[in-house]
C-alpha cells in the first residue's frame, strides 16, 4: 500500500508527523508532498526538523498568493506529480487551501482519498477554511473524526459512509512531544518571565488581521491583562502590525518551533489565540484558553469554561483571561478503545 500524504502549512506538517510515524510502524509506504503554502523556515522547515517527518519527495512551491492561485497551482501541479506516481491512496488534513486542492484533485484522478480531522465546522462560510472543509468531506472516501461532534456534523449532513471517530492525533502530538519539549525547549531558553507569570497569544485568522478593527479591538483586549504577553506573530499578522500601537506588556516575537510552543503553553497562565491547535493543546495541558473568534469548532473545550469565546472586544477579552475554570475536564480527542488516534487512522488507512 503507498501512501501519498499532502501538506502544505503548520498544522499539516505537525498532523502528518504523528500519523507517518504511525504508517510507518505499520509497514506502510508513504510519499510526503508539501504544496509550499508555508516557506519561510521558521513556518516550515524548523516543524520538519524537529518533528523528524520524513523529506517530501516534492515541493510544489505554491507560495503565497490568492486562494484560487494557491488552490490553483497547487491542483495542477499535484495532477502533474499523480499522473507519473504510483500511489493507492491520498490523505489530506484538516482545512487549508492545500486540503481543497488534493480533494479537487484526487476525486478527479478517481483516486481514494482520506481526510484526516473531518466533521468539523465552524458553520461560518466567510471563513476559507469552512470552504474547504465541506468540500473535502463530501469528496473523502474515508473521514476520520476527531471527536464525536464532528461524527454528528458529518450524520447531519448525511455523510455516513467510511466515517470513522478515529480521535484527535493533535492529542498524539502533544503528548509525544511534550517530552522533547521539556529536554530541547526549556522555559528559561525561551523566556525570562517563570512559569505561570505570563499569557502566551497568537492571533493569524484573516477575520481578525485583514479588519483593523477587530485586530485593534484584540490588542487593547491583550493590553489589560496586567502580565506580560507573549505574542509569536504569523508574517500575515506582521504586515498589518505598523496600523497600531502595541501596548507595553505584549512582546512581539517570530513565529515559534513546535516544541517552543508547547512549552510556552504548558506554563502559561492562559492562552488567547484564534488557531484551532492552540485552543486543543491548551486543554490537554491544563492551561485555560480565551478563543479571540465568535465561534469555535471544538465546542468540547468550552465546558466548564477551559475555553471561553471572547471574540474581539478588549473588555471581553480581559474577562475571559481572569476568569477561572469552574470544573474538572473530561478526556477530550482519545482515540476508541484506549488505542493512539494516528495508530486507529494507520489501521483504517491500511485495511481499507
Ligand atoms: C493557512 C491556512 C489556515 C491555517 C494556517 C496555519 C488556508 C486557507 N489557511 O493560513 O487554515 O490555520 O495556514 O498557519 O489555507 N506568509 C509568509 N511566509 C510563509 C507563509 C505565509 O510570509 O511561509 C505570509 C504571506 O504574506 C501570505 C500570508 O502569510 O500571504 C498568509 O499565508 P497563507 O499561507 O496564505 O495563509 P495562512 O494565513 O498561513
Not at 491542483?75 to 488534513?93: G, I, N
Not at 505570563?198 to 477587530?214: G, S
Amino acid at each position: 500500500m503507498r501512501i501519498c500524504t499532502l501538506v502544505g502549512a503548520r498544522p499539516q506538517f505537525i498532523k502528518a508527523a504523528v500519523v507517518s510515524r504511525a504508517l510507518a510502524s505499520a509497514g506502510a509506504e508513504e510519499i510526503l508532498v508539501h504544496t509550499g503554502q508555508h516557506y519561510d523556515p521558521e513556518m516550515s522547515r524548523v516543524f520538519f526538523e524537529e518533528l523528524g517527518i520524513p523529506r517530501p519527495a516534492v515541493n510544489l512551491e505554491v507560495g503565497s498568493g490568492t486562494h484560487a492561485a494557491q488552490t490553483g497551482a497547487a491542483m495542477v501541479r499535484l495532477e502533474a506529480f499523480l499522473a507519473e506516481t504510483s500511489v493507492d491512496r491520498l490523505v489530506v488534513y484538516g482545512d487549508t487551501n492545500a486540503t481543497l486542492a488534493g480533494a479537487l484533485v484526487a476525486a478527479k484522478l478517481h483516486l481514494p482519498q482520506a481526510h484526516v480531522e473531518a466533521g468539523l465546522r465552524s458553520f461560518n462560510r466567510r471563513m476559507p477554511e469552512e470552504v474547504n472543509r465541506i468540500v473535502a468531506d463530501r469528496l473523502a472516501d474515508q473521514l476520520f473524526c476527531p471527536t464525536q461532534t464532528a461524527l454528528e456534523n458529518l450524520a447531519a449532513e448525511g455523510i455516513t459512509e467510511g466515517v470513522y471517530g478515529t480521535g484527535d492525533v493533535m492529542l498524539d502530538a502533544t503528548r509525544f512531544f511534550a517530552e522533547a519539549a521539556a529536554t530541547h525547549a526549556p522555559l528559561d531558553a525561551l523566556t525570562p518571565h517563570g512559569p505561570h507569570t505570563y499569557f502566551l497569544a497568537t492571533v493569524h485568522r484573516a477575520e481578525n488581521t485583514d479588519d483593523p478593527a477587530r485586530l485593534r479591538g484584540i490588542f487593547d483586549g491583550l493590553g489589560r491583562l496586567g502580565a506580560p504577553v507573549l505574542l509569536p506573530l504569523h508574517p500575515r499578522t506582521r504586515a498589518r502590525l505598523d496600523l497600531l500601537a502595541m501596548p507595553p506588556n505584549v512582546e512581539v516575537r517570530p513565529p515559534e518551533g513546535y516544541l517552543a510552543m508547547l512549552t510556552l503553553v504548558r506554563n502559561a497562565r492562559g492562552v488567547l489565540t484564534d488557531s484551532g491547535g492552540l485552543q486543543k493543546e491548551a486543554y490537554w495541558l491544563g492551561v485555560p484558553c480565551a478563543t479571540l473568534r465568535e465561534e469555535t469548532e471544538w465546542v468540547e473545550t468550552l465546558e466548564h469554561g477551559w475555553n471561553r469565546l471572547a471574540g474581539a472586544d478588549p473588555e471581553a477579552i480581559a474577562e475571559a483571561a481572569r476568569t477561572p475554570p469552574d470544573g474538572p475536564q473530561r478526556p477530550f480527542g482519545e482515540g476508541p478503545d484506549g488505542r493512539r488516534p494516528s495508530d486507529a487512522i494507520a489501521h483504517h488507512l491500511l485495511h481499507a
